[in-house]
């Protein structure tokens, strides 16, 4: 049985509160409020605000007055927020309200113009983001070196990298990412920023970001697991039946000269044949540009006398199979006014070389 409520003035019992409250108004002819504060009212700073101190207004005898005057107090009390807070992390850390939440953002990302508003303001909160830590570290010098320290933290960087990954896991995630990684990165504006950016920042200076990823990259390069890796994914990579056919027709087509821009060392056959033609003539040229005209790519020469106009190359069989292609090459070369000789996987001597010299020299003579 529940227990009866009694009438502070009259003594009479009543089952429901709302019945006193009849009882009070109607019969006594008294506010409800000036009741409670008579008969129920504890604290004197009960009917004040918890942080103006200004009046609050009466809801009932059951809940008495409220703790707030306004919205604004109750959000900025910091007791209030904690409690909220653990609310929120209690009723979101459950499996059924995580799997609802997750469905709700997939069919949400699937429209467009849902999707374009929440990229429009996450642009806006970013600008707004860097204004004010442009302000803060105007304002406090030590400000970059607290988030350098608060990053550090592995708690943070556990928790972080446990919800992508979980995220990443779902394909219908991953792919709405993706597409939306390259069609903001496939916009004109953002690839013309992007290559402004990588040309200032990657211009050779002292203390650059050029400078910094070689020094890390030969101190990873130390790391024999890292090199084997490395080594290995190239391999692959290389022995892939596209990436061969690919290159060979780069090399025939006469984007050679392009490439060995790139390459720091030739071949080790053809530096060792350029060592032994530099002692008979000095004035030899290795990867020798010979321009074809307008329109057309330059050939890469192995090694070139200009001198004399003689071309000597050496032809690895695995890279020379198309046997047409280089006909076609070396009648172009020939028709600018150079002689070729050839050597095929097979580095010749010196007297080998002064023999075959000669012999081109007498002709032409």
Known sequence: ???????????????????????????????????????????????????????????????????????????????????????????????ESIEKNRNITLNLWKNEKFRQNAMDKNVEAKKKMVKTKKNKMKEDDHYLDNIRESNKNPEKRLKSSKSMKKRWKDLEYRSLVIKNIKLALNKPEVRENRCNKIKEGWAPRPGGPREKTSLRMKKKWKDEKYRKEMIEILKEYNNRPEVKERMSEQLKNGQAVQMNKHIKNPSRPQKLLFDIVKTIFSTAIINYPLARGLGESDYSLDIAIPQIKLVIEYDGSYWHKDKKRDNQRQTDIENLGWEVIRYIDVVPTKDQIIKDMNKFLFLNN
């Open 1 to 95: 049985m529940k227990e009866k409520l009694k009438c502070k003035i009259c003594g009479l019992l009543f089952e429901k509160i709302r019945s006193i409250s009849n009882h009070v108004c109607k019969k006594h002819k008294i506010i409800l409020r000036d009741y409670y504060d008579k008969f129920f009212k504890v604290n004197k700073n009960e009917g004040l605000c918890k942080i103006c101190r200004k009046p609050t207004t009466f809801y009932s005898l059951r809940f008495g007055y409220a703790t707030y005057c306004c919205p604004k107090c109750g959000y900025s009390d910091e007791e209030a927020k904690k409690e909220r807070n653990s609310l929120i992390k209690i009723s979101h850390n459950k499996p």
